[in-house]
C-alpha cells in the first residue's frame, strides 16, 4: 500500500450526528484513532452508484497526515485559510473494477462552531462547492492505481463544510488510466437526473459522492462513540 500510515493512527466511525461535546471531541480524533476506522480498507457503497447499483471501493493509499500546502486548489487554499488547517488526512480509492481512482480527505480546522457555520453558510450562498477553480487535489501514490491521477485528472468532486464538527470533507474522482479531463464536473451535478458529460456518465460524480459520504459518516459516528459515557 502505497503512502504512510501516521504511524498507524488516524480517525473513523459511521452515523449521525455527535452529542454534546461531540464537536470539540471530533477535532481531537486525527490522532487519537486507528486508521482503519477512518479510512476502512474496504468501503461498501449499497445503493451508491449509477441507478442505485452498489459500490465497493478498496483502499490503495493512506497519505501522512500533514498540512493543507498543495492540498487545494490555490483559491481554495486561501477561502479554507479563513478555518485554519490543524491538520489533513487522506487517502485514495478504486473501484472493484480499477477503472476509477478518488482521493478522499478530512480538513481538521482550527475554527469553533460560529467560524465553521460562517463558512458552510458562504460555501451555500456563493456555491463555492460547485466551481472548477476551487477543487481539491488528489493523492496520487507512486507504484498504485493512482499513480497518474494529477490535476488534470480530475473528473469530479465534492466538499462538505461541518458545522458539527470541526472538519471539511471532501472527495475528488478520476479515470485510473490516467487520461486529463477538459471540464470536470461537480458530483451534484454530476449525478442529477439527465446529466450527459463524460464523467456523469462514467458515474465518476458518484464516486466522488458515495465515497466522501461514508467516510463523512465514520467521523460523526466515531465523534459521537468518543462522548458516550460508560453506564
Given at each position: 500500500?502505497?503512502?504512510?500510515?501516521?504511524?498507524?493512527?488516524?480517525?473513523?466511525?459511521?452515523?449521525?450526528?455527535?452529542?454534546?461535546?461531540?464537536f470539540?471531541?471530533?477535532?481531537?480524533?486525527?490522532?487519537?484513532?486507528p486508521?482503519?476506522?477512518l479510512?476502512?480498507?474496504?468501503?461498501?457503497?449499497t445503493?451508491?452508484?449509477?441507478?442505485?447499483?452498489?459500490?465497493?471501493?478498496?483502499r490503495?493509499?493512506?497519505?501522512?497526515?500533514?498540512?493543507?500546502?498543495?492540498a487545494?486548489?490555490?483559491?481554495?487554499?486561501?477561502i479554507?485559510?479563513?478555518?485554519?488547517?490543524?491538520?489533513?488526512?487522506?487517502?485514495?480509492y478504486?473501484?472493484?473494477?480499477?477503472?476509477y481512482?478518488?482521493?478522499?480527505?478530512?480538513?481538521?480546522?482550527?475554527?469553533?462552531p460560529?467560524?465553521?457555520?460562517?463558512?458552510?453558510?458562504?460555501?451555500?450562498?456563493?456555491?463555492?462547492?460547485?466551481?472548477?477553480d476551487?477543487?481539491?487535489?488528489?493523492?496520487?501514490?507512486?507504484?498504485?492505481?493512482?499513480?497518474?491521477?494529477?490535476?488534470?485528472?480530475?473528473?469530479?468532486?465534492?466538499?462538505?463544510?461541518?458545522?458539527?464538527?470541526?472538519?471539511?470533507?471532501?472527495?475528488?474522482?478520476?479515470?485510473?488510466?490516467?487520461?486529463?479531463?477538459?471540464?470536470?464536473?461537480?458530483?451534484?451535478?454530476?449525478?442529477?437526473?439527465?446529466?450527459?458529460?463524460?464523467?456523469?456518465?462514467?458515474?465518476?460524480?458518484?464516486?466522488?459522492?458515495?465515497?466522501a459520504?461514508?467516510?463523512?459518516?465514520?467521523?460523526?459516528?466515531?465523534a459521537?462513540?468518543?462522548?458516550?459515557?460508560?453506564?
Amino acid at each position: 500500500m502505497g503512502g504512510a500510515v501516521t504511524g498507524d493512527w488516524l480517525t473513523g466511525g459511521g452515523g449521525d450526528e455527535p452529542p454534546v461535546n461531540g464537536f470539540a471531541t471530533a477535532g481531537t480524533l486525527w490522532h487519537s484513532v486507528p486508521v482503519d476506522q477512518l479510512f476502512p480498507p474496504a468501503v461498501q457503497g449499497t445503493g451508491a452508484g449509477p441507478g442505485g447499483a452498489d459500490r465497493t471501493w478498496t483502499r490503495i493509499a493512506v497519505a501522512p497526515d500533514s498540512g493543507c500546502a498543495h492540498a487545494f486548489d490555490p483559491l481554495l487554499h486561501k477561502i479554507l485559510a479563513q478555518v485554519g488547517c490543524r491538520r489533513l488526512l487522506r487517502a485514495t480509492y478504486t473501484d472493484a473494477t480499477q477503472s476509477y481512482v478518488t482521493t478522499v480527505g478530512l480538513l481538521f480546522t482550527k475554527a469553533d462552531p460560529a467560524a465553521m457555520t460562517a463558512l458552510a453558510t458562504r460555501f451555500r450562498n456563493e456555491h463555492l462547492d460547485r466551481r472548477s477553480d476551487l477543487m481539491p487535489r488528489p493523492y496520487a501514490a507512486k507504484g498504485t492505481a493512482a499513480a497518474g491521477f494529477g490535476d488534470d485528472q480530475r473528473a469530479s468532486w465534492t466538499i462538505s463544510v461541518l458545522t458539527d464538527a470541526p472538519v471539511v470533507a471532501y472527495a475528488v474522482s478520476g479515470w485510473a488510466d490516467g487520461r486529463s479531463v477538459d471540464s470536470p464536473q461537480p458530483a451534484a451535478d454530476a449525478i442529477s437526473s439527465g446529466a450527459t458529460t463524460a464523467p456523469a456518465q462514467a458515474g465518476l460524480g458518484n464516486e466522488a459522492q458515495g465515497l466522501a459520504d461514508r467516510i463523512e459518516r465514520r467521523l460523526r459516528q466515531t465523534a459521537g462513540s468518543a462522548t458516550e459515557t460508560p453506564s
